[in-house]
C-alpha cells in the first residue's frame, strides 16, 4: 500500500513538472527572443553610427551573457564557412521556431548590402520578432496555467486510475 | 613585416590560388578578374596561372566577402570610389559596373575585377632623399611617377624618417594606403610623431589636422584633383611642410595637366622627387621646381 501511494505521488509530482518545465520553456523562448531583439539593435545602432563589421559586432555579442550568446558563439565557430552559412547554422540554438526562421533569413540579407538597406532589413526583424514575442507573451498568459493544471490532473487521474 | 602583408593578401585569394602563388615572391598585386585566368604581378611582370582553371563568380565573391569582413556596408564609401581597404595595408581595386542614382555613383554591382594590392615597407629608401634644405629646414616636396613604381612606400618611408627625426608630422590617408591604420594602430611603421587622419577627403582632413593636430608636415597621397589641390594650398598657407605624391612621368609631364600646372606655378613645391624604373633597376631624380611663369628648374 505504502509503494502505491509512494508511486501515485510520484505520477502527481510528474505531471507537475512537466507542466512546470513547459512553462519554463515557454518563459526562456521569450526570454530569448527578446534578447535577440536587442541584440539586432545593438547590432542596427553599431551599422548606423560606426559602421563597424559584422564579425566584430557578433564576437562582442558572443561575450554578452544571456540566451542569446550560445547562438552567437556558434555564428562566430562557423565563421569561416561564410556569415549567410555560419547565420543559418546557429539558428537552430534559438528556441522559438518562428524566431528562428526570422533569424535564418536575416542571414541571407547580412552583411550584403549598404548600411541603409542593412537597417531597414535589421528593422524589419526587429519589428517580427516583437510581433512573435507579444504573441508568445499572450500565449504563455493564456496556456501556461492551463497546461500546469492539466498535466498536474492527469498525474492524478494516472495516479487513481493505477491504484 | 612584408612576410605578414603577403599572408594577409594570400588569406583574399581562394585556396584553390593561393598554393601555386604561395611560390611567387615577392607579389607586387595580385589579379582577380572572373572568367579569366587569375594573375599575379612580380618585380613589374604580369604571370598568369594557366594551369589552373578560370575564376569563378563563387570565387569572386567569396574573395569580396573575405575583403569586406562580410560588411559591405563598412566599405561603402571606398567602394563607390573604386576600391576596398582590407586589413594590413592591403588594397583592393574594383571594377564593374556602376550603379548611378540621382547623378552620382551610388556603389558598382556586377563585380568583375579585383586587384589586391600589396603594399610594402622598405625602410630606408628614403634616407638620402630627405627633402631638407640648406637651412635645415623640410622642404615642401612632391613625389612623381607612374603607378607602381614606388611613389607610396618612398613617402611612408620620408614621413618615418622625418617624424623619428622630431618633426610632427600629420598624415591626410584619404585611402588608408599610407599607414594602414587597424583599429587605431597603424600597419607600418610611420615614425613616433605622425598622426594620421584616414578616410576623410584630403581638403577636409587637411583643414581637421591643421585646427587639431599642429603639424609641422603634413603628407598626402595621389593628388589629382582640383580639391585635392586645394588642399595643398590650404597646408601651405598654414605654415606646414608638405610632401605629396602625384601619378606622373616626369615634372614636364605633369605641366600639361592643367589642375598641376596651377599648382607648380604657384611656388607651394620646392622640390620633386622623380621614381624611374630602368634596366638596372628603381632610380630616384631629384629635381626643384620654381614657380612664377615657368614651372620647371
Not at chain 2, 68 to 94: E, F, M
Not at chain 2, 229 to 242: D, F, H, K, S, Y
Request: aromatic share 6%; hydrophobic share 45%; proline share 3%.
Amino acid at each position: 500500500m505504502l509503494l502505491k501511494l509512494f508511486g501515485s505521488v510520484l505520477l502527481v509530482a510528474a505531471g507537475i513538472f512537466a507542466g512546470t518545465s513547459y512553462a519554463g520553456w515557454k518563459r526562456r523562448a521569450i526570454a530569448q527572443v527578446a534578447q535577440l531583439c536587442t541584440a539586432l539593435r545593438f547590432i542596427r545602432a553599431r551599422i548606423a553610427m560606426l559602421r563597424t563589421p559584422l564579425p566584430d559586432l557578433i564576437a562582442a555579442l558572443a561575450r554578452e551573457k544571456g540566451l542569446c550568446a550560445p547562438v552567437f558563439e556558434e555564428v562566430c565557430k562557423h565563421l569561416e564557412q561564410g556569415l549567410e552559412t555560419a547565420v543559418q547554422q546557429a539558428s537552430v540554438r534559438i528556441e522559438d521556431l518562428q524566431a528562428r526562421q526570422i533569424f535564418y533569413r536575416l542571414g541571407v540579407v547580412l552583411g550584403r548590402y549598404e548600411a541603409d538597406e542593412e537597417l531597414r532589413q535589421l528593422d524589419a526583424a526587429v519589428s517580427e520578432l516583437e510581433t512573435r514575442m507579444a504573441w508568445l507573451h499572450e500565449e504563455y498568459r493564456g496556456k501556461a496555467p492551463l497546461v500546469r493544471r492539466l498535466t498536474a490532473a492527469a498525474g492524478i487521474c494516472l495516479a487513481i486510475l493505477l491504484i | 613585416m612584408d612576410e605578414e602583408l603577403k599572408r594577409a593578401a594570400m588569406l583574399l585569394v581562394p585556396e584553390y590560388y593561393r598554393a601555386v602563388m604561395g611560390l611567387c615572391m615577392p607579389v607586387e598585386d595580385i589579379r582577380l578578374r572572373l572568367g579569366r585566368p587569375v594573375s599575379c604581378c612580380v618585380a613589374g611582370r604580369e604571370y598568369f596561372l594557366r594551369q589552373l582553371p578560370v575564376l569563378s563568380e563563387k570565387n569572386l565573391l567569396w574573395t569580396l566577402e573575405r575583403a569586406t569582413c562580410s560588411s559591405i556596408y563598412a566599405v561603402q564609401d571606398s567602394l563607390r570610389k573604386g576600391y576596398i581597404n582590407a586589413s594590413s595595408g592591403i588594397r583592393i581595386g574594383v571594377c564593374g559596373t556602376g550603379v548611378i542614382k540621382d547623378g552620382e555613383l551610388a556603389t558598382i554591382k556586377d563585380i568583375s575585377s579585383l586587384s589586391i594590392r600589396v603594399a610594402r615597407q622598405c625602410r630606408g629608401i628614403a634616407g638620402a632623399l630627405l627633402p631638407y634644405n640648406a637651412e635645415g629646414k623640410v622642404e615642401n616636396t612632391l613625389v612623381i611617377s607612374p603607378p607602381g613604381y614606388g611613389k607610396t612606400s618612398l613617402l611612408r618611408d620620408m614621413i618615418r624618417q622625418l617624424s623619428d627625426r622630431g618633426a610632427r608630422v600629420a598624415v591626410a590617408d584619404e585611402r588608408g594606403e599610407i599607414a594602414a591604420m587597424n583599429r587605431g594602430v597603424p600597419g607600418f611603421d610611420i615614425g613616433l610623431r605622425t598622426d594620421v587622419l584616414e578616410g576623410v577627403e584630403k581638403q577636409e582632413a587637411v583643414m581637421m589636422l591643421i585646427q587639431t593636430m599642429a603639424p609641422q608636415i603634413v603628407a598626402l597621397d595621389e593628388i589629382s584633383a582640383p580639391r585635392d589641390v586645394r588642399a595643398v594650398e590650404l597646408a601651405a598657407n598654414n605654415g606646414a611642410a608638405i610632401l605629396a605624391t602625384v601619378h606622373g612621368r616626369d615634372l614636364e609631364d605633369l605641366c600639361k595637366r592643367p589642375v598641376l600646372r596651377e599648382i607648380l606655378k604657384s611656388g607651394i613645391f620646392q622640390k620633386a622627387l622623380i621614381i624611374g624604373i630602368n634596366e638596372k633597376g628603381r632610380y630616384y631624380q631629384q629635381r626643384s621646381i620654381c614657380g612664377e611663369g615657368s614651372c620647371v628648374a
